[in-house]
């Protein structure tokens, strides 16, 4: 499958920048030692490290720098997280008890400063300044995805476009990142780094489509975190912005008053009023359309090895949905 290919190609590669990781995500003190340790144990998928050292040997090879780089973006990553789950009220992630249920919101505010910190500390040993800008800016944009996000809580009138900048933000920003410092740092022309970062982008987006949908439809126990947050925090997502757009105006007063008193029985309601409707295929068709359009950014690299897997990474990153 996938992931053995993966590993078949760039498996010693993802084992060296595992090491800068853990070598690197460490602290002296007893409590930091424990929080980390909790947070490094439980290995996620590792999509954007795979994508970064992908990206490289797609687009020119994998150099030292790409190490360090597949290892700031995943410490990103996890920082986020880690903040995500706060906000999101969060008891689970990758099977086991978030920072915030195991110890506390202030812990999970600090250890996410601590991991996004390091990111910074870590890729200004590159010794240019390239990555801790493109970096930097990237997480910038991440944090104002979410706090759009936040603002347009409970907003019946949002469109997909502004959903789609949204989840750009919140989650595609990080992808391209990683993406876009693969080929950069591999030493590829400008017009191949900015047609992988747009791959990253187009890949995320569909990616977050489909953890949306997951998100109303997902099994938390297969899934390993907790599930169902978007609609209990009244937070748009596709499918839902598809059914409003398709509903009688009778249908979408009772689809804003299920919204507002989100309990269990008025959200069995609307995975009723969701499943009657076009919504969940209309969103994994536009997440197919962004997976699409990912490939077709790709056409610019040679035919490799690498940049077949990368292709078939889009269709891993929709098909979670069933
Ligand atoms: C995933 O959305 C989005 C993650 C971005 C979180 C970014 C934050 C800014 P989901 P899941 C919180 C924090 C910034 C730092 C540390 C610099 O759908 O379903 O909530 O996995 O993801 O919970
Ligand atoms: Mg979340
Ligand atoms: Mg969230
Ligand atoms: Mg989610």
């Known amino acids: 499958d996938l992931l053995a290919r993966v590993e078949e190609l760039i498996g010693g590669e993802l084992e060296q920048a595992e090491q800068v990781f853990l070598s690197e995500v460490s602290s002296k003190h007893p409590y930091v030692h424990d929080v980390l340790q909790h947070i490094t144990r439980f290995q996620g998928k590792r999509l954007r490290p795979i994508l970064l050292l992908l990206s490289a040997a797609a687009t020119g090879g994998i150099k030292e720098s790409h190490y360090v780089l597949a290892s700031v973006v995943e410490m990103i990553h996890l920082a986020t997280l880690v903040h995500d789950d706060v906000l999101d009220d969060a008891l689970i992630r990758r099977h086991v008890a978030t920072v915030n249920s195991r110890w506390n919101n202030e812990t999970s505010v600090l250890v996410g400063d601590f991991l996004f910190t390091h990111a910074f500390h ?20 991440v944090c104002e995805g979410e706090l759009a996000q936040i603002y347009e809580r409970g907003n019946l009138a949002l469109s997909e ?12 920003e990080l992808c391209a990142i990683s993406t876009q410092l693969g080929a950069l740092y591999a030493g590829a022309d400008e017009s191949v780094v900015t047609a992988l970062e747009d791959y990253g982008r187009s890949l995320g987006v569909a990616f977050q489509i489909t953890d949306d949908l997951l998100d109303l439809l997902g099994d938390e126990e297969q899934m390993g975190k907790s599930l169902g947050s978007d609609l209990q925090k009244e937070k748009l997502t596709l499918p839902l912005i598809r059914l409003l757009d398709q509903s009688s105006p009778a249908d979408q007063a009772s689809i804003q008053e299920i919204l507002s008193q989100p309990d269990p029985q008025t959200k069995s309601r609307l995975s009723q009023f969701i499943k009657n409707s076009d919504a969940i295929e209309y969103a994994a068709n536009r997440a197919r359309d962004f997976a699409r359009q990912a490939r077709e950014s790709l056409k610019i690299c040679a035919a490799s090895p690498a940049r077949s897997i ?13």
Request: charged share 20%; proline share 0%.
């Open 122 to 141: 870590l890729s200004a040993s590159l010794g240019d300044a390239r990555a801790c800008r493109l970096i930097g800016r990237a997480t910038n944009l």
């Open 161 to 172: 476009e502004q959903y789609l900048q949204i989840i750009n933000g919140k989650t595609a």
């Open 310 to 322: 990368l292709e078939e990474l889009t269709e891993f990153a929709i098909q979670r949905t069933i």
